[in-house]
């Protein structure tokens, strides 16, 4: 009985137990429904009467022959349950812990205790139902980190589908949880005496009042499908490929304050500023707003390259190096020592989340919140999970070609400014300041 028994499971599926029809039997099964009017009524079968040759026979031969072809092919329920599509084995997040092992912190791109809190904090914005908060997090993190969505669904026994689910919602719970949002307040004056502190602590800088540094990045992506309802030349950038122009400011800590990703790969830096809320403010400042005039009346800027355009607000270099002047080259030299700042952080920013290694392939109208979501979980790294170590990076070399898809996006303006003819009190005061104090360039002597 017991030998019968083990039979029986072995030829059957091993999910389901369920044996498989012998091909004898079913050709029997199939040679009978074949000739079931015949055996069923032989007088009427052999000589049917008109209105049965015409209806009834050509639908019974019909259904008769697929019947027939299901029982050979081996389809439908009597297929081999082998040769049925598996479905995946849903797992524990304990379980997925142990397959990954010690690898588990480079494979979440931060430590446990990180991901602890992340799973803590975002848990009150997930939904409650399939999986829990930490294989939610888990499936979206390893995403992120550059994991392919095949392999993501083979570890964590999910389909595909399950996997995209908890993705876009852990993406939606990053977004929405107030704890991990950008904060760039403006109008108010400890926040910019301390924000400036930071800047001028950071490489003892001569400048105080710098509060920010502004750049743009062009975020590369698959070609845009019709169905988007987007102008491919649009997005279609200079550089030889699709892309987002997403601009970002951030503090002396390298945390992101701002960011936007509104405007299309082929838009200069200048325009994709001017196109967003707070760019509005910062390059047409408004008498009727206060944070604004008070910036303004205290001296305070945020640090940006040539790209855009000279202003109370934005303190530029100045254009053809200061054009032999020895302060104007002081000036370019610590301004953009404290420019650099938001170059390190985009740097981070890719050197942590491998999805940025290749083009984003998820749907069009998706990507601008991906995007903001690892901006955010970067800011979250920094100030959980930093402690004076370098993040982890790609191995090998997977993580070179991430100098193509974050690209610089400030071409030079085609309208033929004349930047050597913009005028900026700020920044003339600026390089006052070096006079003053006397501070050249570093280790030029002999240039001037």
């Given amino acids: 009985m017991a030998q019968a028994r083990s039979t029986s499971r072995r030829s059957g599926s091993p999910a389901t137990g369920i044996n498989t029809p012998p091909l004898f039997v079913l050709s029997c099964f199939a040679l009978c429904v074949r000739n079931l009017p015949t055996i069923l009524c032989p007088s009427t079968a052999s000589r049917p009467p008109v209105m049965e040759t015409a209806s009834f026979y050509p639908a019974w031969t019909s259904l008769s022959d697929s019947i027939v072809a299901v029982c050979t092919l081996r389809r439908g329920i009597f297929a081999s349950p082998a040769g049925r599509r598996a479905v995946p084995r849903l797992m524990g997040f304990a379980d997925v ?15 446990e205790s990180a991901f602890d809190t992340l799973v803590d904090t975002l848990r009150p914005h997930l939904p409650t139902h399939a999986y829990s908060p930490a294989m939610k997090t888990a499936m979206a993190l390893r995403y992120m980190g550059g994991g392919s969505y095949i392999d993501i669904a083979a570890v964590f026994g999910c389909s595909v589908a399950s ?52 750049h743009g990045i062009a975020v590369k992506q698959e070609q845009p499908s019709v169905s988007s309802g987007q102008c491919l030349a649009d997005h279609y950038s200079r550089k030889g490929f699709y892309a987002l122009n997403t601009q970002a400011i951030c503090n002396a800590s390298y945390e992101f304050t701002w960011m936007s990703c509104t405007s299309p790969g082929s838009v200069h830096d200048a325009s994709a500023f001017a196109n967003t809320k707070l760019g509005r403010r910062l390059m047409f400042p408004s008498v009727g707003d206060r944070a604004i005039m008070e910036m303004i009346a205290d001296g305070y800027c945020i640090a940006a390259d040539e790209a855009y355009g000279a202003s109370e607000l934005l303190a530029t270099p100045w254009p053809g190096g200061g054009g032999g002047d020895v302060w104007r080259d002081s000036y370019n030299f610590h301004q953009s020592s404290s420019r650099i700042h938001i170059e390190q952080a985009f740097g981070m920013l890719v050197w942590r989340w491998g999805v940025f290694w290749r083009p984003l392939r998820v749907p069009f109208c998706k990507r601008p919140s991906l995007i903001r979501a690892c901006f955010k979980l970067h800011n979250f790294c920094r100030r959980v999970d930093c402690d004076g170590e370098p993040a982890p990076g790609p191995y090998g070399g997977d993580g070179d070609a991430a100098g193509i898809y974050f690209s610089e996006n400030d071409a030079p303006d085609r309208r033929g400014r004349r930047r050597d003819r913009e005028r900026s009190d700020l920044r003339v005061r600026m390089t006052a300041r070096m006079e003053t104090l006397g501070l050249r360039r570093p280790y030029t002597p002999a240039m001037y």
Avoid: C
């Fill in 97 to 111: 812990r142990e397959r990954y092992g010690a690898m588990f912190p480079r494979a979440m791109r931060m430590s």
């Fill in 163 to 214: 996997f995209y689910n908890s993705l876009w919602s852990v993406v939606d719970a990053i977004n929405a949880v107030p704890a991990l949002k950008f904060s760039l307040p403006l109008g108010d004056p400890i926040w910019r005496m301390h924000t400036a502190a930071g800047f001028q602590a950071r490489g003892e800088g001569p400048f105080d009042n710098i509060i920010g540094a502004l």
